[in-house]
Structures are given as C-alpha cells and as structure tokens.
C-alpha cells in the first residue's frame, strides 16, 4: 500500500511538472523573436559581400549567402537594429537591375540547421557590360548609312554636314557632326568607312583595325582625307647640332600619300570620369599620330536602362533642410579620402542608414561645396555627380549604386579571392599553385589592387606567367601532381583542355623563351619550395637530351597565425 501511494505522488509530481513546462514555454517563445525579424546592425566599409552576410547570419540565427556574381561584389553598410527580412530587402533592391532583379531563395537547410537564404540574380546580370556594347554598335552601324552619305556629297554640301549638329535626335549623329570634328577627320573618315567591304566594316565595328594604303582608297577619299587630315602632324627630326626639323606642311602631306592608313573603332575610358566613349581612330602606320573622333558616350543606346537616370525631385530628401549639426560636422572637414568616407559620415552625422556598391578609387566630393546645398537631396546630387552615382531614399536608408559598374568590375578583382587569398596568408604563409593559378587569370588592373589588397607588391610579376598558370589550371590533378615533380610532364601527355592553352604560337614562345627545339616535345615543371623567410616557385621547361629554361616567383612568406596547421 505504501508503495503504491509513492507511485501516485510521483505521478501527481510529473504531471504537475510537465503542466508548468506547457505553461511558461509559450512566454519564453515570444521574448524570443522569429530569425528574420531579429535586429541587426552593420558597419562595413568596402568589404566582400559574403562577410557582411556573414555578419548577418551570426545576428539573425540563418544561413545567408549569395550567387557567385553576387559574391565578387563589395560594399559599404551603414545600418542599425534593423530587422534581418528588411535588411535582405534593401540588399536586393540594391543589386536589383531593371531586367535582372536579385531576389532572396530560400533553400532546404541540412537536419536541424538554420533556414538557409541565397541572394539569387541571373548570371546574364554579368554580361550586362556586352549587352550595351551590343547594342551601342547596333545603334552606330544604323547610322551609318546616312552619315556615308553626308560626307559623299560633293562640295560645300558635304561641309555643311555640321550644321545638322544636334539637330538629328540620333546622339551618334549629333556626335559625329559636330562641325571641328566633322570637318577636320570625322567626314574622311565616313568616306573611308564607306569604300570598305561589309566583312571589314563589321570588323572594324567589333575593335579590329582596318589598314588600307592610302593610293588603294577611291579617288573621292583621296581628297577627302588630303583635305581634312592629311598635314596635321608633322614629325619633327633630329638634326646633327641637336636641334629638332619638323616637316612642312607639304612635306608632310607628301608622306601621308605615301602611307598605310589605319581605322578603327573602340572605348575609351576617361580615368577622371570613369565614363567611356565609342571613338573612331584613324591612324598612319609610319607615324605614331592617332586622331580620335567621338561617336558617343557608352550606352548611348539604352540610356536609362539601371546605371542610373538623373533622380527624379520627388525623393523625400529634397525636401528635407540640412539639419545645423550636419552643416557644423561639414565645416570641419578638409577632405575624405574616398568617396566611401564621405557615406561613412552621412551615416555618423544623420539619423540615415547607408546601403551602397564599393569601388576602389572613386573620387570624394569636397566639403566645402556640400554647405551650400538646400536640402538633403541637394547635398547627395552634389555629391554624387562627379563620382557618377546615382541614389535613392526609402524609409531611411539612402542607396548608392555607381553608374558605371559594368566598366568598374573591369578593374576590381573579385571580392571572393581576396577572401580566399586572405585566409591563405593566414593558414599557410603564402599563395600556392592553384591561389596563383586563380590571381594570374585577373587582368593588370585587377592583379595590381589584388596586390595592394595582400601588401604583396611582388604579386602582380605574375602576369609574366599567365600563359603557364592558365595551362596548369586547365590540368587533372593527376597531372598536376605529375607537373609537381622536377621530371616534369611532357605537353603532349596532357588533356586536350590543357594542350588548348598552348595551341597558340605566342603561348609557346613565351614558355620556351630562348628554346629552339621541337615545342612537341617540351617538357614543363612547376613546384614550390620554401627557403627560409621565401616560399619559391620554379618553372622549368625543356626537352628530352635538349636545353632548359627556367625561371623563379618568390614570395616572402607570412607568419602564420597561432594555432594554424
């Protein structure tokens, strides 16, 4: 009897226990905010993408990352106690373009994980650069047609071409006629265009150089060009005393019938600016003269298609008075370093949050000029003009996105190798094949950063060596290992992929250097070793019986953190 009144206590007791539980687990759930409500704050400045979502998966209890194009991008933050869903909403409209929106997946996360989120754009938003050359070009070869023919007009007619300046509607006419252009190259120059066939017109339409001696152009363009061009650069000569002969006039329009001519179309960038305009280049090939003719500004096409259209004065901002203490703050500024600096203050002197792209070396506006705006809105027209941003506000937070993305991504290096790059110096000490493999298929601009990114001046001799480390990376791992060896691996043991990279003439030149044998039979080593403070890399290439060559990258290593393998 005892024992069964123990058990119906302890039964009384659970029962009671397992009440009290039910009772306070709904208050616990509620002091508890669901993930993507949860705050979070950001304070970034040109950092990669992913680490600002790492910061905000560590805060929000989710996995966040984004699509690999995403991922090469960099940004500046500026945000507080925000609930995690908006963040991911302003990320997305930030990298949103009007054709290619970024959106938020949600992914199936692994048993017992956090729910998993991917910032998601279609990977043609990469290619948007293509597409506005595209169709820029389709636009120039449209026009022309009547340009050609303007200029075939006999006499003064064809001069007076320069009075339709800006009157036509089409921008790659108004550019092309206005009048010191259009009477002093650009009209030779259509004359020129127009006695090509159609396969060297596309060519020279798609950045190839197109030469033609100067006797072999129609009679009509002879004029033309000994009219318009021909005498505008004389070359200047050294004379046994050391005084500089120049040509005359006549002598040097003697030598220009005597020449090769050359015509080309392609952009140039304005490194002030960061804008880039289609020129059209007429060039002599016995001369290093080069007359460019602008034909218009890049995207001349499709001028109001994301990179940004001037803001329109609705934005709430313009309303909005500079507040005293933003004027104060401004006074005491001298200059910023970096257009990002300037965000940074928006940011620390208004109660505005600041969401933007990152690009290396975009010129700050001087403060000075900011005081005098009207409103809030002023202050960021001012501000953003000559850094070619554009910006919108909503709910607070000012967005920033750089006009010209598409050519700044040109010369930054991904976002993701100098993560990557990053946690090699730290594990490691230095960058091994595959890391050098990765950099040396940067272009020169995005090697030199990469190189000021990792304080690794000595990074960007690797350009020297890109026609190895491209036929490395394109090899098994199999034969990587066999290339890691100091035998070597023979070119013709490779894959069809690897051997692909050294089909060109000019890629087996530089691999073989002072060689003379048979290229076939060429023999390539690449290995690292270290040396003291020095991990070095060597390249070796020979044949069987034959010479070799070989040459060295050194890279100084890196202490490497405490606790790293």
Known sequence: MKHLKQQLLSAVFVAAALVAASATAPAAEKTRPPALKKPVTLAEKGRPLPTSLSAMSKQAEVSLHAVADLADRRLTVRLTKLPAKEVMKQLAELWTLPRRPAEWRKEKPEAKASPAYQLWQSPEAAEELQRRMDADRERITASLPDLIQLARNGGDEALRGGDRYGQTG???????????????????????????????????????????????????????????????????????????????????????????????????????????????????????????MPLGDLGLADANSGDGAARSADDPLFKEPLPESLKKALGKVKTWDEFADFQVFLATHTELGVLSDYYYDISPPQPRLLVAAKSMGDLLEKACGPASYRWWSKDKTVFFRQRRWYLKDLKAPPATLELRFQASQKERGYLNLDDLSAAAAMNDAQLDRMARILAMPGLKGLRQYRVLFRWYAALTNREKHLVGRPQGLAIRSTGERAKAELRRPSALRKIMGGLSQDPGKLIISIRQYERESEVITVFDAGVPGGSRSRTRFVQKRRVRAAGSK
């Open 170 to 292: 089409n921008p790659v006419m108004d550019q092309a006629l206005y009048r010191p252009n259009w009477q002093h190259g650009m009209r030779a120059s259509m004359r020129f265009l127009g006695d090509l066939s159609r396969p060297a017109l596309n060519g020279v339409l798609h950045g190839q150089t197109f030469w033609a001696p100067f006797k072999s152009l129609s009679a009509s363009t002879q004029s033309a060009m000994m009219s318009d061009v021909a005498g505008n650069y004389r070359r200047g000569s050294r004379q046994p005393d050391g005084s500089i002969r120049y040509q005359t006039k006549e002598e040097a329009r003697s030598a220009f019938q005597k020449d090769t001519l050359g015509i080309q179309l392609r952009l140039k960038e304005n490194p002030a600016t960061g804008d880039s305009k289609w020129m059209l280049y007429l060039r002599q090939r016995d001369s290093p003269y080069v007359q460019g």
